[in-house]
């Protein structure tokens, strides 16, 4: 079995796979916040101690801080391995890194590259993943990935106009528009930073001529209903690229 980690900059996702398994089948899978590092030790330790762990691979866009926490909590339940930290590479899995420097590309936003392009291979593809920000990037049919867009995220659009401005409240992301235009503040806010995340979306997709719009993250569910572009919706879409990765080595 393979564990994969998604160690983003709120949350760590994580994936038991099995060698050789559909791309996104998992033995098991869950997320945890940083704060909850307990709570990842015990799922990481029945994982082992259920299923096997023959390798790690990690993607860490949380700093080193983040890491030295994961490796204390894999080397609690995983001694004999060592796990393989992925980065951002010239190319890999059938996509070619299209960054002027291609280790500055996020390995995030390059295993959701590689998963995008698994997914709807031969397709002009944008891939967004909506998280603590949010990353709108081009694939092309044969697997180049062009580069995009990132910008704040749902949860700090709203949280920089209500630490900024005096007489605006904080609200929450995953409130329901009404129809038209809103008629009190907190929708206000809500319909503004919806907006601006969709209209990006969509902005890209038309620059790029898309065929597919994949869209992944916990705002996705959020931001999606708002497009005028079809799109659909993966979960977990860097553990898909980092499985991807995995796959095309064996």
């Known amino acids: 079995m393979i564990l994969l980690i998604d160690a983003g900059n709120t949350r760590v996702k994580w994936a038991l796979?099995?060698?050789?398994?559909?791309?996104?089948?998992?033995?098991?899978?869950?997320?945890?916040?940083?704060?909850?590092?307990?709570?990842?030790?015990?799922?990481?330790?029945?994982?082992?101690?259920?299923?096997?762990?023959?390798?790690?691979?990690?993607?860490?866009?949380?700093?080193?801080?983040?890491?030295?926490?994961?490796?204390?909590?894999?080397?609690?339940?995983?001694?004999?391995?060592?796990?393989?930290?992925?980065?951002?590479?010239?190319?890999?899995?059938?996509?070619?890194?299209?960054?002027?420097?291609?280790?500055?590309?996020?390995?995030?936003?390059?295993?959701?590259?590689?998963?995008?392009?698994?997914?709807?291979?031969?397709?002009?593809?944008?891939?967004?993943?909506?998280?603590?920000?949010?990353?709108?990037?081009?694939?092309t049919p044969d697997g180049v990935f062009l580069g995009g867009m990132i910008l704040p995220g749902l949860g700090l659009m709203a949280s920089a106009l209500a630490r900024n401005t005096a007489q605006l409240p904080q609200i929450a992301q995953d409130g329901k528009l009404p129809d038209g235009f809103a008629d009190n503040t907190d929708d206000a806010i809500l319909s503004g930073i919806l907006a601006a995340q969709s209209g990006a979306i969509e902005h890209a997709c038309a620059q790029h001529q898309a065929a597919e719009c994949i869209i992944s993250g916990g705002a996705a569910p959020y931001i999606a209903p708002m497009l005028k572009v079809p799109y659909r919706i993966v979960e977990n879409i860097v553990l898909i690229g980092l499985h991807a990765a995995v796959s095309s080595a064996e």
């Open 17 to 139: 796979v099995a060698a050789g398994a559909p791309l996104g089948e998992w033995i098991a899978h869950g997320a945890a916040t940083h704060a909850d590092m307990p709570q990842l030790e015990l799922a990481w330790c029945e994982a082992a101690a259920t299923h096997g762990v023959s390798r790690i691979l990690v993607a860490n866009v949380a700093g080193n801080a983040l890491r030295v926490q994961l490796e204390y909590v894999l080397q609690r339940c995983l001694a004999d391995l060592q796990p393989e930290w992925f980065a951002s590479l010239p190319a890999l899995a059938g996509v070619t890194n299209g960054y002027r420097n291609p280790a500055q590309l996020g390995c995030d936003r390059f295993a959701a590259a590689i998963a995008g392009h698994a997914l709807a291979p031969g397709a002009r593809t944008i891939v967004v993943n909506c998280g603590t920000a949010t990353t709108i990037d081009a694939v």
